[in-house]
């Protein structure tokens, strides 16, 4: 089984890359399947620092002269990208979410199709893991993550359910959490409210938005100018963040005009509306059905 099936991997290479002796950044390494192909497009000058905090993709490293890899959350962009002298980039790719390998490796309780304690944690070092957060949070306080990040309205109705079981003992695994939770599962698509419950608890166990917010907030001074920013989000909490900086240069989308009336935002969208997968895309890999892909193009406003 491979690690991770590379989601719009040539659009977003093709939109990403201006010119082959720049120097690039892979801000989700995973598997590699996006370095390489960017490899594949630089010239011999050409460079490509990788980013992945996970230390399984370091099985996936690519022996290359212009290829650097950093094991650190992406949040620490700019310092290590000052450090490695790539600042500014020429473009910064993003591909968000879970690999499949994460996915699958049933131990790391990233899905509730499969029986493994309690994680979810993308970088194995922190505290924090699923099982602290549904063993340890209160009623309100589990509520707010499955409304806030799983866009749950019942909400509450499931962090009631948690609360009074653990009371019997601690809910250590994914399938224990399954079983407390069936009483308000859909009986006809239990995998409608799953998939946002588990969404919900990796985002609050690796502050998922938080990272992502400073992320994006970096990339305007990280990129040179006609520098591209290309992202591939994978739910609305996320595609939203993304379209709002890639519109104004701000988390809340809202653009900044000068004295004149002229937009003060540093980036030109690329792409006018996401671009999703293709049905073929989706037969061979149903887990990119979900997929938004955005680009912007970094500008300097025009004084005057």
Not at 2 to 23: A, C, F, K, Q, R
Not at 91 to 115: K, V
Not at 233 to 252: A, I, P, Q, T
Not at 259 to 281: C, D, H, M, W, Y
Request: aromatic share 8%; charged share 25%.
């Amino acid at each position: 089984m491979s690690y991770h099936n590379t989601v719009l991997l040539h659009e977003s290479v093709d939109l990403l890359i201006t010119h082959p002796s720049g120097t690039y950044v892979d801000l989700t390494f995973g598997g590699g399947g996006h370095s390489r192909a960017i490899l594949d497009r630089l010239a011999p000058d050409g460079r490509l620092i990788a980013f992945d905090q996970d230390a399984d993709s370091t099985a996936n490293l690519i022996d290359d002269p212009r290829f650097c890899f950093v094991a650190s959350n992406f949040k620490n962009l700019t310092r290590f990208l000052q450090y490695h002298k790539a600042y500014p980039a020429d473009g910064i790719l993003a591909d968000l979410g879970i690999s499949s390998h994460q996915i699958d490796t049933a131990e790391r309780g990233f899905s509730y199709r499969q029986d493994g304690e309690l994680d979810m944690r993308m970088n194995r070092q922190q505290a924090l893991s699923a099982k602290e957060v549904v063993n340890g949070y209160d009623e309100a306080q589990l509520s707010r993550v499955f409304y806030t990040y799983g866009e749950l309205s019942n909400g509450r109705q499931l962090a009631r359910h948690i609360v009074r079981a653990r009371e019997a003992g601690e809910i250590a695994t994914t399938f224990e959490l399954v079983k407390v939770l069936e009483p308000s599962l859909p009986k006809n698509a239990p995998s409608k409210v799953l998939s946002k419950v588990f969404q919900a608890l990796r985002i609050e166990v690796n502050h998922e938005l938080e990272v992502l917010e400073s992320m994006l907030l970096q990339t305007a001074d990280a990129l040179r100018d006609g520098g591209r920013l290309v992202v591939i989000s994978y739910h609305s909490l996320e595609d939203r963040l993304v379209k709002n900086v890639m519109r104004s240069g701000k988390l809340d989308g809202e653009v900044e005009k000068d004295f004149f009336g002229n937009p003060l935002s540093p980036f030109k969208p690329v792409t006018r509306k996401a671009i999703t997968p293709n049905e073929q895309e989706i037969s061979t890999n149903p887990r990119a059905r979900s997929g938004k892909l955005r680009a912007a193009e970094k500008i300097t406003p025009i004084a005057r």
